[in-house]
């Protein structure tokens, strides 16, 4: 990636959002490039561990396991205990409009990671010592996962602040999906040993993961204090409005929304993969860590990409691809095409999502960062979730055939590229770095 060659101040880049931050928030400097690796470090080790060490993720079979064979609950129950314990992470824009607008002792981002970090650690280390029945388990459950939810919102804050503050935001956004990726490829293996161990050792693990992202904070995170300020609530509620009246946030949401919402096919893939091709539950995982290993290759290239082309070409090619990978997905009918197609969707859908997040990054306004892209990821999620239930409600009820939701998936998607020249220019006109 290209960077400047030594650490002398440069000129601020583009003001890619609405509102300034605060006063007290703003440094005279744009901090050096070494500052710049400390908080690259930190945002990559702190979106890893918030992603691997969650109660859905390396959690997800050693607690399944033990609900169901040690506590002998039904797989209704099983999953009414996985959403209750998981529910907290629905409450990331509570956390962001917090870490944006009341500073913890001083601090809008340091003191907060700390703080989550130490909870979630907490949580898990105490959810492996107490008494295996259903209550003690769960209220520690809940417990870290508030502290997760809240490291993770902080983290995508840092996220935002870095990237606009040194045009970053295309690397930043390639660093975090490339350690989420990590993750989830780790996470997969690990987490099938584990749950063929005592239980504890997946809540020693996964706490002290996130124990360690408090020292790392430390030592790797310095922030201007900021003030506390009188009616910090009421200026929360006054962001939060101003927030839905920013244009450049809107139209990147819409962007966001529309390329996600075509017709979906992730659940109807599970009955294809299983009652058509008769994939086993080992084959279906390595086609995952297919996919996730050919994501960390898009990670890299796109480093590259943002900082050649303007975002504008890179939205207009994001969409092509998400369409195009859609039409591969028809000739899935073997382990060997299965596999290829995995492969080619694992980069494709990555090099199509960068560019969005991208988006993302450069549309939050200053000040509401942590607040903004929690909001931004919120609807990603929402209009996938849309995007899984309208496919599978034409899939089992109307009895589309697979291959005919393709089509569908593929041909709505391109439908997304009429948002693109509504997009403010400042959003989309300028390479990664540019400078104004």
Same mark, same amino acid.
Request: aromatic share 10%; proline share 6%; charged share 10%.
């Given at each position: 990636?290209?960077?400047?060659?030594?650490?002398?101040?440069?000129?601020?880049?583009?003001?890619?959002?609405?509102?300034?931050?605060?006063?007290?928030?703003?440094?005279?400097?744009?901090?050096?490039?070494?500052?710049?690796?400390?908080?690259?470090?930190?945002?990559?080790?702190?979106?890893?561990?918030?992603?691997?060490?969650?109660?859905?993720?390396?959690?997800?079979?050693?607690?399944?396991?033990?609900?169901?064979?040690?506590?002998?609950?039904?797989?209704?129950?099983?999953?009414?205990?996985?959403?209750?314990?998981?529910?907290?992470?629905?409450?990331?824009?509570?956390?962001?409009?917090?870490?944006?607008?009341?500073?913890?002792?001083?601090?809008?981002?340091?003191?907060?990671? =700390? @703080?989550? &970090?130490?909870?979630? #650690?907490?949580?898990? $280390?105490?959810? +492996? /010592?107490?008494?295996?029945?259903?209550? *003690?388990?769960?209220?520690?459950?809940?417990?870290?996962?508030?502290?997760?939810?809240?490291?993770?919102?902080?983290?995508?804050?840092?996220?935002?602040?870095?990237?606009?503050?040194?045009?970053?935001?295309?690397?930043?956004?390639?660093?975090?999906?490339?350690?989420?990726?990590?993750?989830?490829?780790?996470?997969?293996?690990?987490?099938? =040993? @584990?749950? &063929?161990?005592?239980? #504890?050792?997946?809540? $020693?693990?996964? +706490? /002290?993961?996130?124990?360690?992202?408090? *020292?790392?904070?430390?030592?790797?995170?310095?922030?201007?204090?900021?003030?506390?300020?009188?009616?910090?609530?009421?200026?929360?509620?006054?962001?939060?409005?101003?927030?839905?009246?920013?244009?450049?946030?809107?139209?990147?949401?819409?962007?966001?929304?529309?390329?996600?919402?075509?017709?979906?096919?992730?659940?109807?893939?599970?009955?294809?993969?299983?009652?058509?091709?008769?994939?086993?539950?080992?084959?279906?995982?390595?086609?995952?860590?297919?996919?996730?290993?050919?994501?960390?290759?898009?990670?890299?290239?796109?480093?590259?990409?943002?900082?050649?082309?303007?975002?504008?070409?890179?939205?207009?090619?994001?969409?092509?691809?998400?369409?195009?990978?859609?039409?591969?997905?028809?000739?899935?009918?073997?382990?060997?095409?299965?596999?290829?197609?995995?492969?080619?969707?694992?980069?494709?859908?990555?090099?199509?999502?960068?560019?969005?997040?991208?988006?993302?990054?450069?549309?939050?306004?200053?000040?509401?960062?942590?607040?903004?892209?929690?909001?931004?990821?919120?609807?990603?999620?929402?209009?996938?979730?849309?995007?899984?239930?309208?496919?599978?409600?034409?899939?089992?009820?109307?009895?589309?055939?697979?291959?005919?939701?393709?089509?569908?998936?593929?041909?709505?998607?391109?439908?997304?590229?009429?948002?693109?020249?509504?997009?403010?220019?400042?959003?989309?006109?300028?390479?990664?770095?540019?400078?104004?």
């Amino acid at each position: 990636m290209c960077t400047a060659d030594n650490d002398s101040a440069k000129p601020p880049i583009l003001d890619y959002g609405q509102a300034p931050p605060a006063p007290d928030l703003i440094l005279d400097k744009v901090p050096p490039k070494r500052e710049l690796r400390n908080t690259m470090t930190l945002i990559g080790w702190g979106m890893f561990v918030t992603t691997f060490a969650q109660t859905l993720v390396i959690g997800k079979l050693p607690l399944q396991i033990l609900l169901k064979d040690r506590l002998l609950l039904g797989a209704e129950s099983i999953a009414l205990f996985m959403n209750v314990a998981v529910f907290a992470w629905n409450l990331k824009p509570v956390a962001g409009l917090l870490s944006d607008s009341v500073p913890l002792f001083g601090s809008r981002r340091r003191n907060y990671l =700390v @703080l989550s &970090s130490l909870l979630a #650690g907490g949580g898990w $280390l105490l959810m +492996g /010592v107490v008494p295996r029945t259903y209550w *003690p388990l769960l209220l520690f459950g809940v417990i870290l996962n508030i502290g997760a939810m809240a490291a993770s919102t902080v983290t995508g804050g840092l996220l935002v602040d870095a990237g606009q503050r040194y045009g970053a935001t295309g690397r930043l956004s390639s660093w975090r999906m490339a350690a989420m990726n990590i993750a989830s490829l780790a996470a997969g293996p690990l987490g099938g =040993v @584990l749950a &063929s161990m005592a239980f #504890g050792w997946t809540a $020693l693990i996964s +706490g /002290v993961l996130f124990l360690s992202l408090a *020292p790392i904070t430390m030592m790797l995170l310095s922030e201007p204090r900021a003030n506390q300020t009188q009616g910090a609530l009421r200026a929360a509620g006054r962001q939060l409005v101003g927030l839905f009246r920013s244009p450049t946030l809107l139209a990147a949401a819409a962007m966001l929304f529309f390329v996600q919402l075509a017709p979906g096919f992730t659940t109807p893939l599970l009955f294809w993969r299983e009652d058509k091709l008769h994939f086993s539950t080992a084959f279906m995982g390595t086609l995952d860590m297919v996919n996730y290993g050919f994501g960390l290759l898009a990670s890299i290239i796109y480093v590259v990409a943002c900082r050649r082309m303007t975002l504008k070409p890179l939205l207009f090619w994001a969409v092509i691809l998400w369409a195009v990978t859609s039409f591969l997905y028809l000739g899935y009918y073997s382990h060997k095409s299965a596999m290829a197609i995995e492969a080619a969707a694992g980069l494709t859908f990555a090099l199509a999502q960068l560019p969005l997040f991208d988006l993302a990054a450069r549309a939050t306004p200053k000040g509401s960062e942590a607040l903004a892209y929690s909001l931004m990821m919120a609807v990603w999620n929402i209009s996938q979730s849309i995007s899984d239930v309208v496919g599978s409600w034409l899939f089992a009820r109307c009895h589309i055939p697979f291959m005919h939701l393709i089509w569908i998936n593929g041909a709505t998607t391109l439908l997304a590229v009429i948002v693109i020249p509504f997009l403010p220019q400042r959003l989309v006109s300028q390479r990664e770095g540019d400078r104004t």
